[in-house]
C-alpha cells in the first residue's frame, strides 16, 4: 500500500511517498529556516505564503522521487493540527484536491502522532508483539508530552509542560546566549566544546508526570544579566545537561509506573545526540529512537501514520477540518 504523506503544519513544506507504513520511497522536505532564521522565529504569515510557494513542487518532487502516477497511490495522508491554521490549511486544501480530483482516500493525522511513527520507518521497524503498553516521550517546538500508547491509535495522556515546550526552550535558551535559531542544534553545537560546570535548577513537580522548563531559562537568563557567563559552550552545555536530566528522569521514573514494555522517544528534540544517548543509558527497558534526520518535521512520518489510520479502517472527507489545537489525548 503507497501512501502520499503531505505536512505543512509549522514551517516546513514536506512531501513523501511510503510504502505499508515502513518503507520509504521519496521524502521531500522544503524548509523556510533561513527565511525565519532573520525574525529570530517562525512569522506564521510569512510561513503560510511560502507553503503556497512550495507545496505544489515537493508533492511534484516526492512523487517523481518515488517514481510514481497517482494511479499508483492507495492513499493520501495530511496533517491536520495541531499547528498554525493558515500553514495547515495550504497542506489540507492540496491534500483534498487531490483526493477528490484522483478519487484517492484521504486521512487526516494528527502531527503528534506522526512524529510517534517515525519511529517505524527502520530496516527493523516494530512488531507489534511485546511492543505494548508503550511510553512516548513526544519532544518538539510546541510540545513536551509523555504518552502512554496502549496499541495504535489508543493513547492515553500522562504528563505534558506546564509553561514551555522542550524545544521552545532550547530556542530562547540559544536567544539568551545570542548563538542563533533554531536553537536546539545551535545548544547542542555550542555545548560540544563546553562543561556542565554552571548548576541549573530544574523542577521536578514530584508526584506528576508534568514538566516545566521556564525556571532553567530564567535562571540561565539571570546568570547573563548578571554577567556571570563568561564562557557560553560551558552555559549551553550546562542548559542542555538540565533540560535532558529532567526529561530522562521523568520519562524513566513513568515508564516504570506504568510497567510499559518500551519506551519510545519522537519530536525535533529527539535529534538533540545527549537526551537519544542518555535515555538508552538510563532506561531499563528498550528505547525506540527515530532516525535523527527524521525527527524534526517530514511527510514520511505523517504518511506511515496515515498507512496505520488506513488500516485500521479510518477515512476522512471533503469536510476533513484544519483543528490548530487539536490533542493526541
Ligand atoms: O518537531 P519539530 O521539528 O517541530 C515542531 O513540531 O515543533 O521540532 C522543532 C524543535 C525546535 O524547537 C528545535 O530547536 C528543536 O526541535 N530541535 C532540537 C534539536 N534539533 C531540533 N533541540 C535540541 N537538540 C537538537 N539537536
Ligand atoms: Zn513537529
Same mark, same amino acid.
Given at each position: 500500500?503507497?501512501v502520499?504523506?503531505?505536512?505543512?503544519?509549522?514551517?516546513?513544506?514536506?512531501?513523501?511517498?511510503?510504502?505499508?507504513?515502513?518503507?520509504?520511497?521519496?521524502?521531500?522536505?522544503?524548509?523556510?529556516?533561513?527565511?525565519?532564521?532573520?525574525?529570530?522565529?517562525?512569522?506564521?504569515?510569512?510561513a503560510?505564503?511560502q507553503?503556497?510557494?512550495?507545496?505544489?513542487?515537493?508533492?511534484?518532487?516526492?512523487?517523481?522521487?518515488?517514481?510514481?502516477?497517482?494511479?499508483?497511490?492507495?492513499?493520501?495522508?495530511?496533517?491536520?493540527?495541531?499547528?498554525?491554521?493558515?500553514?495547515?490549511?495550504?497542506?489540507?486544501?492540496?491534500?483534498?484536491?487531490?483526493?477528490?480530483?484522483?478519487?484517492?482516500?484521504?486521512?487526516?493525522?494528527?502531527?503528534?502522532?506522526?512524529?510517534?511513527?517515525?519511529?517505524?520507518?527502520?530496516?527493523?521497524?516494530?512488531?507489534?508483539?511485546?511492543?505494548?503498553?508503550?511510553?512516548?516521550?513526544?519532544?518538539?517546538?510546541?510540545?513536551?508530552?509523555?504518552?502512554l500508547?496502549?496499541?495504535?491509535?489508543?493513547?492515553?495522556?500522562?504528563?505534558?509542560?506546564?509553561?514551555?515546550?522542550?524545544?521552545?526552550a532550547?530556542?530562547?535558551?540559544?536567544?539568551?546566549?545570542?548563538?542563533?535559531?533554531?536553537?536546539?542544534? *545551535?545548544?547542542? /553545537?555550542?555545548? !560540544?566544546? =563546553?562543561?556542565? @560546570?554552571? %548548576?541549573l535548577?530544574? +523542577?521536578?513537580?514530584?508526584?506528576?508526570?508534568?514538566?516545566?522548563?521556564?525556571?532553567?531559562?530564567? *535562571?540561565?537568563? /539571570?546568570?547573563? !544579566?548578571? =554577567?556571570?557567563? @563568561?564562557? %557560553?559552550?560551558?552555559? +549551553?552545555?550546562?542548559?542542555?545537561?538540565?533540560?535532558?536530566?529532567?526529561?530522562?528522569?521523568?520519562?524513566?521514573?513513568?515508564?516504570?509506573?506504568?510497567?510499559?514494555?518500551?519506551?519510545?522517544?519522537?519530536?525535533?528534540?529527539?535529534?538533540?545526540?545527549?537526551?537519544?544517548?542518555?535515555?538508552?543509558?538510563?532506561?531499563?527497558?528498550?528505547?525506540?529512537?527515530?532516525?535523527?534526520?527524521?525527527?524534526?518535521?517530514?511527510?514520511?512520518?505523517?504518511?506511515?501514520?496515515?498507512y496505520?489510520?488506513?488500516r485500521?479502517?479510518?477515512?476522512?472527507?471533503?469536510?476533513?477540518?484544519?483543528?490548530?489545537g487539536?490533542?493526541?489525548a
Amino acid at each position: 500500500m503507497k501512501v502520499l504523506g503531505i505536512e505543512t503544519s509549522c514551517d516546513e513544506t514536506a512531501a513523501a511517498v511510503i510504502e505499508d507504513g515502513t518503507i520509504i520511497l521519496s521524502d521531500q522536505v522544503a524548509s523556510q529556516v533561513e527565511i525565519h532564521a532573520r525574525y529570530g522565529g517562525i512569522v506564521p504569515e510569512v510561513a503560510s505564503r511560502q507553503h503556497i510557494l512550495a507545496i505544489i513542487p515537493v508533492i511534484e518532487q516526492a512523487m517523481t522521487g518515488a517514481d510514481v502516477t497517482w494511479s499508483d497511490l492507495d492513499g493520501i495522508a495530511v496533517t491536520f493540527g495541531p499547528g498554525l491554521a493558515g500553514s495547515l490549511l495550504v497542506g489540507v486544501n492540496a491534500a483534498k484536491s487531490i483526493s477528490l480530483a484522483q478519487g484517492i482516500p484521504l486521512v487526516g493525522v494528527n502531527h503528534l502522532e506522526g512524529h510517534i511513527y517515525a519511529n517505524w520507518l527502520v530496516e527493523d521497524s516494530p512488531d507489534d508483539t511485546e511492543l505494548f503498553p508503550l511510553l512516548c516521550l513526544i519532544v518538539s517546538g510546541g510540545h513536551s508530552d509523555l504518552v502512554l500508547m496502549k496499541g495504535h491509535g489508543d493513547y492515553v495522556l500522562l504528563g505534558r509542560t506546564r509553561d514551555d515546550a522542550a524545544g521552545e526552550a532550547f530556542d530562547k535558551a540559544a536567544r539568551i546566549l545570542d548563538l542563533g535559531y533554531p536553537g536546539g542544534p *545551535a545548544i547542542q /553545537r555550542a555545548a !560540544e566544546s =563546553g562543561t556542565a @560546570s554552571i %548548576r541549573l535548577p530544574r +523542577a521536578w513537580l514530584k508526584g506528576t508526570n508534568d514538566f516545566s522548563f521556564s525556571g532553567i531559562k530564567t *535562571a540561565l537568563l /539571570r546568570l547573563v !544579566e548578571a =554577567g556571570k557567563v @563568561s564562557n %557560553r559552550a560551558d552555559a +549551553a552545555a550546562s542548559f542542555q545537561e538540565a533540560v535532558v536530566d529532567a526529561l530522562v528522569t521523568k520519562t524513566v521514573a513513568a515508564a516504570g509506573e506504568y510497567g510499559v514494555k518500551n519506551i519510545l522517544l519522537a519530536g525535533g528534540v529527539a535529534a538533540n545526540g545527549l537526551l537519544r544517548q542518555r535515555l538508552v543509558e538510563d532506561s531499563p527497558l528498550p528505547v525506540l529512537i527515530p532516525p535523527l534526520k527524521l525527527c524534526t518535521d517530514n511527510a514520511a512520518m505523517i504518511a506511515a501514520c496515515g498507512y496505520f489510520r488506513f488500516r485500521a479502517g479510518k477515512k476522512d472527507g471533503p469536510n476533513l477540518d484544519v483543528v490548530p489545537g487539536l490533542k493526541l489525548a
